[in-house]
């Protein structure tokens, strides 16, 4: 075991959340929906995907980051703490809303009708809030963080995991009893999406909204147990027992198996209960179902666990530079590529490159999966030169 100070495991989490960001970024731009790879794709309903991972991955790395930056402030709640909450909450929001309603402006005004002046085109493609979609993933974001935040600073962290439990429970009562898991507009998500929110403001898929209102509860337990595993790491008991191992002259070797321990239990444990449910409760994450928060934070933990074996264990941090680039900054770098999305595919520089360039040379699929990655390149090379200064950008 290599000599390596315990704070500096967080950089496997860096690099975990530079995985995810950049995973987020390649499944959401490829070069056409038409032709994609199968793993590359979204379960249409029941069942997991590779691409199905990297969204609650990111929340699950959320749920431990949130444990460390709030235990600088001792977990007391006070008005400098929940002004930061409440103000990072709202800018991630408005972030996300402003994403989607830029994606309409510029798709609106670069499809408009010719026989519309300029001024008529211009107020058209600007005013799109009767129709704009309320919630979407940096929304998700915001919500849970914001929730998962004040959850931690008021309650007891004992208290934590046994809250998670009972809204994943209740949860899965009311998606086993309203109809939870039918793919239509009688399901119980759907009913109270459109009756809230109407679905003039809702992402439409068989009337169910992805990120819905209902289906916030499951994805603010899947922080919490997050957060509940960040202290298992990173919490007193932890400290304490790092402390005796120290004290004993075992050092830094023994304090890195105990971590590694710890996560693959977590993970062994969190996937197989995941899948074992499943039986009843299927995975699913358009429903964000109880079986998909277990499953993919037991993958979760494995695949953290794995990488403080590789980076902190082993030393080899080479490879994960790429990585880190997107992990230092993750929300800048999320909106960097959905902006960039948008630009390009409104300009119709994304069809002339893949229909002109990579669909002849390397064929449909392929020229595809190729257009994805030269995205992801791209927004790596603007995400790097920030990251060699050490500029990070906080949202």
């Not at 595809?368 to 949202?395: E, H, M, Q, T």
Request: aromatic share 12%; proline share 4%; with cysteine.
């Amino acid at each position: 075991m290599s000599n390596v100070n315990p704070s500096q495991r967080i950089l496997a989490l860096d690099i975990l959340r530079g995985i995810t960001i950049a995973g987020m970024i390649l499944v959401n731009n490829p070069g056409t929906w038409s032709h994609i790879y199968a793993p590359l794709c979204h379960a249409e309903w029941n069942g997991l995907t590779p691409t199905d991972l990297v969204f609650p991955f990111f929340m699950f790395i959320m749920g431990i980051s949130t444990y460390i930056s709030l235990k600088k402030y001792r977990f007391t709640l006070s008005r400098e703490t929940a002004l930061k909450i409440v103000r990072r909450t709202l800018v991630i929001f408005v972030i996300g809303m402003a994403i989607g309603w830029f994606s309409r402006c510029c798709y609106y005004w670069a499809s408009a009708p010719e026989e519309l002046s300029f001024s008529q085109n211009l107020w058209a493609s600007v005013w799109t809030f009767d129709r704009m979609r309320i919630l979407g993933v940096m929304q998700r974001l915001a919500l849970c963080y914001c929730a998962a935040s004040l959850m931690a600073l008021t309650l007891n962290h004992r208290l934590i995991p046994w809250i998670t439990g009972l809204l994943l429970v209740g949860y899965g009562v009311v998606l086993l009893s309203c109809n939870g898991f039918v793919y239509g507009e009688e399901n119980i998500l759907s009913v109270i999406d459109r009756t809230l929110l109407t679905p003039a403001h809702m992402y439409r898929d068989h009337g169910i909204d992805p990120e819905g209102l209902l289906s916030t509860v499951p994805s603010i337990a899947h922080v919490l147990l997050g957060f509940s595993v960040g202290r298992m790491l990173f919490g007193p008991e932890a400290n304490e027992a790092r402390r005796g191992q120290d004290e004993t002259s075992k050092g830094a070797g023994d304090a890195h198996t105990t971590l590694l321990v710890k996560l693959f239990l977590v993970g062994a444990v969190l996937t197989f209960s995941g899948l074992l449910l499943s039986y009843g409760c299927p995975i699913n994450k358009k429903v964000w179902s109880p079986t998909f928060v277990l499953t993919t934070c037991g993958m979760a933990s494995s695949l953290l666990g794995v990488l403080v074996w590789i980076i902190d264990v082993k030393g080899k941090r080479g490879w994960s530079r790429f990585f880190e680039a997107f992990g230092v900054n993750p929300l800048f770098m999320y909106v960097l590529g959905g902006v960039l999305s948008i630009l390009l595919g409104s300009t119709g520089l994304h069809g002339r490159l893949y229909r002109d360039v990579l669909q002849p040379l390397l064929g449909e699929t392929a020229g595809s999966l190729a257009y994805a990655l030269l995205f992801v390149a791209l927004c790596w090379s603007i995400g790097y030169p920030l990251y060699k200064r050490r500029i990070y950008i906080k949202i």
